[in-house]
């Protein structure tokens, strides 16, 4: 298979950790008979020195003319100003809007190996294999807001339509049913309206899944399941505002920031895919970035955008084994212990490829 992916590494440790991953693309291409092409382009605080936007023209034509975006970090602190008019996160506002990416997907995993970071009782972790499905372009964070600038009154507004429900209930739905077959929808339908028409649609979006259970779980009680009953979840649909919030606290499981992938996916095939975190200012530079986030948002591309499924087990099977052979970053350490850099990591998931 032939494939072009618009590689925005951004600021920080952004191309500390995407050059990784093009690394472990690389040897699946040759491992499997596949050709790759990767287009640098400039996305953030890079893009911002460069051309005074975020997300400049060119960078959008690039990704337009790829099969998907791989996404570093952007942000860091000389472009940390929150009254500028041209700011980092910008940029992928742009791309998530101008591509209709409205399904952000977050799988949530514990590592054996790893529980020891996680402050949860090891009893707690067997089993927790989840992932959310964030509705990304919608809800309160799209609404009509306003400080009324009075310093007295402001206000945000959560307004979803049934479509925009509709569309990533489905995602949602068919995601749990090459998992196991079960969805959790988050609402406070106890409270608000919007919450009620969310209910209403994914219950009725169900009715073209019968092979998938349904639960609908409250917001608030969800924060306490998330804690007390992790291994009970499947697919987590929720909200913008929600999914932010929950997934979140999810990642913790995982035993770091570093470790969590992501997708961003529209209605066809073409994804964003990125780690979780940050630009890292504090570790940039120092070879200390954890990779593995990036290197599993790179077999999420494969499996979401190309479909391909047995190289996208291949990878994840690779960081199993580099993480069960002992081989940690920095951030995965205990303090005092023995790490190895970014780049002997990947070079050990390579092996492992
Ligand atoms: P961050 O995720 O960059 O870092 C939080 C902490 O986690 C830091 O101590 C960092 O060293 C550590 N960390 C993060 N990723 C790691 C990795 N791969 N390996 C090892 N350690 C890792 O969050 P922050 O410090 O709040 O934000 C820094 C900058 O990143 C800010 O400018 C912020 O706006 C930006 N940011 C960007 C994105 C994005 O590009 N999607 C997301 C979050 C924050």
Not at 142 to 160: K, M, S
Not at 239 to 262: Q, R, T
Not at 319 to 347: F, K, M, N, P
Request: net charge negative; glycine share 8%; with cysteine.
């Amino acid at each position: 298979m032939k494939a072009t992916i618009a590689v925005l590494s951004g600021d920080g440790i952004g191309p500390e950790v995407t050059s990784q991953a093009i690394l472990v693309l690389q040897k699946i291409a040759s491992k499997y008979g596949h050709e790759f092409t990767f287009n640098e382009a400039p996305m953030g605080g890079i893009a911002i020195d460069q051309f005074g936007d975020a997300c400049p023209e060119s960078t959008v034509k690039t990704c337009e003319q790829s099969d998907a975006i791989l996404l570093g970090a952007v942000g860091g602190p000389k472009w940390s100003d929150p009254s500028a008019a041209v700011r980092p996160e910008q940029g992928l506002l742009k791309v998530r809007k101008h591509f209709e990416l409205f399904a952000n997907l977050r799988p949530v995993k514990t590592y054996a190996a790893l529980n020891q970071h996680v402050p949860l009782r090891p009893e707690f972790l067997e089993g927790v294999d989840m992932v959310f499905v964030r509705e990304l372009t919608g809800g309160l964070y799209f609404g009509p807001r306003q400080d009324q600038g009075d310093g007295d009154t402001a206000y945000d507004t959560e307004i979803y339509t049934v479509a925009e429900v509709e569309r990533v209930a489905h995602v949602a739905f068919r995601a749990a049913q090459s998992r196991r077959k079960k969805v959790t929808s988050v609402d406070k339908a106890n409270v608000m309206a919007s919450s009620r028409l969310w209910r209403r649609t994914v219950t009725k979006v169900h009715e073209d899944y019968p092979d998938v259970e349904l639960e609908h779980v409250l917001a608030d009680a969800c924060t306490m399941y998330l804690i007390t009953r992790p291994a009970s979840f499947d697919v987590i649909l929720a909200s913008n505002m929600f999914g932010d919030l929950l997934s979140d606290e999810a990642s913790v499981l995982g035993g770091s920031l570093g470790m969590s992938p992501s997708a961003s996916l529209g209605a066809g095939t073409f994804g964003l895919y990125e780690p979780i975190h940050g630009s890292a200012p504090d570790i940039a530079g120092q070879g200390k970035a954890n990779p593995t986030g990036t290197i599993l948002s790179s077999a999420m591309l494969l499996r979401y955008t190309l479909g391909l499924e047995t190289e996208a087990k291949a990878i994840e099977a690779a960081i199993d084994a580099t993480l069960a052979s002992g081989a940690r970053t920095a951030d995965i350490v205990t303090r005092g212990d023995a790490y190895i850099s970014t780049t002997e990591y990947t070079q050990t998931v390579l092996s492992n490829l």
